[in-house]
């Protein structure tokens, strides 16, 4: 019953707040303009992660009390690189920052997260595991920055990720993480009501780097418990396809002699949507591959056999492989905002 007040709580609030958010998009001048580049046809309001921060911090707190947790230096520190990662993308989505701007204030999120104690499960504060960590998280903020390039495709993706890791915590009695999922969950879902196509609001830079900031916490959270490093599989398969995505958009960009910063209509989704012509079925296709993911993840969970996670990591990764040769072959149709 907790979870699910944490749940409505974050919900609730998400759905309330998004209209003024709106509102405030269009006052403030945080408006995302229809460009060659772009793909949708008016401006259209970019504070949807004020909404999401909304709900978010109101559960992060709520969640505290509820499940009476101590505000402990990790849990602090987690929270201040939440609170910089959602203000650096607020700057970006008013003044169009640069790669390397964004990139630095990316690192900052993840010293704050690192060194406050957050890497203290499977992945530990060695000098190597700090490199992995700093990819792990610098990449999976990118990877939901990227996704976000289709309405409600990065919320979908993210409410399904973190049902799947809240499902995770629960399973393994870790209360704290379990209320950060739910939270995160409840706020995409709402939001999807007012971001699915056709879309009244974006999340701007400003949601999709939290959303990849929380998601890519979740996964060092749920070592916390464990004793080998095969269960590394399990976050990596609930955040399969924003790793599938970035991994495909990066390497098709390089083979190109593209810069992969350069936006492109040419991420998994726009492919899967110039054979389906249709962006709601793309979002429903992607949803899908996600759940499933998800699904996998959560069953290895209830066995201890090693050959197990490596049977669904080589067969998971094999049918991504062919996916992304596939779609390396569906024709670019343009630019579009990444």
Known sequence: MPYLALFLVAAILVVSVTPLARQAAVRWGFLDVP?????HKKPTPLLGGLAIMAGFLATFFVGVRLIDVELTFPLVGFLLGAI???MLGLIDDKLNLGSVPKLVGQVVACALLFFSGNTNGLITNAPLDLVLSLVWVVGLMNALNFLDNMDGLATGVTFLAAMGF????VLQGQAFPAVIAIGLAGSALAFLLFNFHPASIFLGDAGSLLYGYVLATLGLMSTWHQDSYVSLIIPVLILGYPIFDVSFV???RIARGTHVATPGKDHTSHRLGTLLENVRGTAGVVYAVCLVL???AVGLHFTEEVSAYWVAFIVTAGLLLTLGAV???VPIQGAARD
């Open 327 to 329: 779609l390396s072959r």
């Open 84 to 86: 910089w990662i959602f």
């Open 294 to 296: 998800a699904l996998v």
């Open 35 to 39: 460009s060659n580049r772009k793909v």
């Open 250 to 252: 990066v390497l098709t």
């Open 166 to 169: 809240f499902t995770l915590f």
